[in-house]
Nanobody, 128 residues
Framework: QVQLVESGGGLVQAGGSLRPSCAAS????????MAWFLQAPGMELEFVAT????????IYEESVKGRFTISRDKAKNTVFMQMNSLGPEDPAVYCC?????????????????????WGRGTQVTVSS
């Protein structure tokens, strides 16, 4: 079993940066593919980014390409997401998720249902 705990969200001015992290427990963390999803109020979960178990493959949602970077530190059992140039489209609760299939599925990577474990999320707020 894997438990996920996010932190590092917060309030930032438009154009600023945040670096949320997701700490995982469980000895099999290194075999899981990881992803970030966001959920705005009253909306469904939306895919943001994913990284394979080995860290060699990543995929991003179009609107965050060039602004967000997902990475993982196996020694620390942690996944990060560097978020730059934050804007009015970005405020949401950001949740990390773990997929027992460590490889990125080119057709299913954005489907929240493929993930086996979820964190509770960290709030990102952007002020104008």
């Amino acid at each position: 079993q894997v438990q996920l705990v996010e932190s590092g969200g917060g309030l930032v001015q438009a154009g600023g940066s945040l670096r949320p992290s997701c700490a995982a427990s469980g000895r099999t963390f290194s075999t899981y593919g990881m992803a970030w999803f966001l959920q705005a109020p009253g909306m469904e979960l939306e895919f943001v980014a994913t990284i394979s178990s080995g860290g060699e493959s990543t995929i991003y949602e179009e609107s965050v390409k060039g602004r967000f970077t997902i990475s993982r530190d196996k020694a620390k059992n942690t996944v990060f997401m560097q978020m730059n140039s934050l804007g009015p489209e970005d405020p949401a609760v950001y949740c990390c998720a773990a997929d027992a299939n460590g490889l990125i599925n080119s057709e299913l990577y954005s489907d929240a249902r493929r993930n086996d474990y979820w964190g509770r999320g960290t709030q990102v707020t952007v002020s104008s």
